[in-house]
């Protein structure tokens, strides 16, 4: 029996567990350079470690970033559903909750909320582990485009 397209894409994303990713579709992925912990069907997670080049003038984790990083995972995690269709973001709703320094390590964890044909909406959670702080949560919107 050949796997779905949601397993064939999650074994591909299963043999980057515990690497960067430095090869993903996403330049912009790239750049943030996380490593991968956790894949399955409608969710990741994964580690970053926060840059001087991702911080603000008060020397911590950019909000932009952040909602880089939220909307960047989210939209990697449609890819594990294994839909044929393309999606893009509509929306991003973002709350700020804490700080990150340059040094840090934090994980971001997406889930999927609702799933409907033409819109899927998930969920983005960031923390700081070392601080037991959620620092983000955001929901994004995407569009079924075909």
Same mark, same amino acid.
């Given at each position: ?53 991702? %911080? ?9 970033? =952040? !909602?880089?990083?939220? $909307?960047?995972? @989210?939209?990697? +995690? ?9 999606? %893009? ?9 804490? =700080? !990150?320094?340059?040094? $840090?390590?934090? @994980?971001?964890? +997406? ?36």
């Amino acid at each position: 029996m050949e796997a779905s397209l949601s397993e064939q894409r999650l074994n591909f994303l299963r043999q980057s567990i515990g690497k960067v990713i430095t090869a993903s579709p996403s330049n912009f992925m790239n750049w943030l350079a996380p490593v991968l912990v956790k894949a399955e069907h409608g969710i990741l997670v994964c580690q970053y470690t926060v840059r001087k080049e991702m %911080t603000n003038p008060y020397q911590i984790l950019h909000g932009g970033v =952040t !909602a880089g990083i939220i $909307d960047d995972l @989210i939209g990697a +995690t449609v890819f594990t559903m294994g839909l044929n269709d393309r999606f %893009t973001t509509v929306n991003n709703y973002i709350d700020y909750f804490a =700080t !990150a320094s340059e040094g $840090d390590e934090i @994980i971001a964890e +997406t889930a999927i909320v609702k799933r409907g044909r033409t819109i899927l909406n998930l969920q983005c959670e960031v923390f700081l582990p070392s601080k037991k702080r959620l620092i983000a949560k955001g929901y994004s919107n995407m569009l079924n485009i075909g």
